[in-house]
């Protein structure tokens, strides 16, 4: 069904960086697993007369993303003061990065299911700075307690540009740069957690009575699921037709709201008008000296090293013949994926038939590499049958560690088919005389025949013949 209106979309996404200490101090950063508060110093806490120190590990991650997005690592950028007031932010400000971030412009390609660019999303910067602390409600009534075990935990914002034009998009935009951080390692981005937010960006144009009409820009904020992403930008988008059709209050694109989402009712709830720059008093932090990544060894782009890449992987995986959807399994599969690269290493040649035990029967993750390499060769050769080895995989990994041999296992618990060809040169000479009407018709050329005669010889051997085998003798027979 066609919308009235036209999606336009940008998104800024939080990351939390997973390094051992906070950006600021040396704090250990474990914001989800440690005791309330006890993550905590004078830095973190914004005491007075305290001094921070930028955390060197964290920097080199984002230029690390930096380079994997292609963006442009200046030689010279700088910190500042952002201020606003929350119960927790200690401080009263943000060190965060305003007009000279680490990291500006890059993109990301969005791949079809054919692995071809379907959308190129553009970002406007990549800045580091510290993330806020925690606020906890509901233990006493009228009460909410304040945890700073996450404040000053290393957080980057990656800002798009307005590039999304639909719900959907944004939402694998999210799944994409999950994976993306996640591949680099730079954090495990658990939107559960807290680990990756988003702060979605949305407006509407349409046509009215021969005129273009632009909505107001909402920011719906910490939106901390792809799917509520998706669904999020979804229902402001028809709340903000809604309310110019019905004659809601006049706006323009410069009016911007502040919203947040309610998970549990689906709803979107503005709450005030947005901020502008000059709203939070920004400017130069005056206890950190400017930042030259260059001028580092360690941070200098050409020291980091990247690493394949979900696109290029994606890629790659096509020309072995795998499927879209069987890709996206190993990519977002850990344990999977190393298992399916080692296979490759092992013998690329057999890439899809590993990667179908892997996607279809992951209990083979149990046994050694080679012996699920010798399990795709005796599946393509028609020696074992996949449906019956499934199930007993348990069992075969467990005798397997007792007994070396993997052919012998398979063939105690009689799972290897047995081919003899005299038995299935003796059944072809029947099916040859009792079936002559379809044995001429192949001869005449409708060599759709050859399944059923196949079959018949199949029967006949009463599982001493392996199909393919069969088949094969069977095509020599009727071209004689």
Known sequence: MSLPFTYVIGLEVHVELNTQTKMFCRCKNDPFGSEPNSNTCPICTGLPGTLPVPNKEAVRKTVLVGKALGSEIP????????????????????ISQYDLPICVGGSIDLLDSEGKVEKTVRFERVHLEDDAGKLLHGDTPGYSQVDLNRAGVPLIEMVSKPDMSSPEEARRFMQELRLLVRTLGVSEADMEKGQMR???????KFTHEGQEVWSPITEIKNVNSTRGVERSLTVEAQRLYD???AGGPVRTRKNKLTAGWNEDTQTVNVQ????????YRYFPEPDIPPLMVYEVPELHPDAQTVPELPNQRRLRYFGYGLLSADIEVFLNDAERLARFEALVALD????KGSSNWLINAPTCLALPDADIITLVDLAANGQLAFAKVK?????????REREGDIKSILSRLDLLQVHDAAVVQSAIEEVLVEQATAVA??????????????GQVLQKSRGKAIAALAQEAMIQALNK
């Open 391 to 399: 199930p007993k995989l348990e069992q075969i990994a467990i005798e």
């Open 272 to 279: 005030r008008a947005k901020e502008e720059a000059n709203d």
């Open 348 to 351: 690329e040649s057999k890439a």
């Open 243 to 245: 309310e110019w059709i």
């Open 75 to 94: 030689k010279f950028s700088k910190w500042d003061r952002k201020h606003y007031f929350y119960p927790d932010s200690p401080r009263g400000y943000q």
């Open 198 to 204: 988003c702060d979605a960006n949305v407006s509407i």
């Open 441 to 454: 018709q192949y001869r005449a050329g409708e060599t759709k025949v050859l399944g059923f005669l196949t």
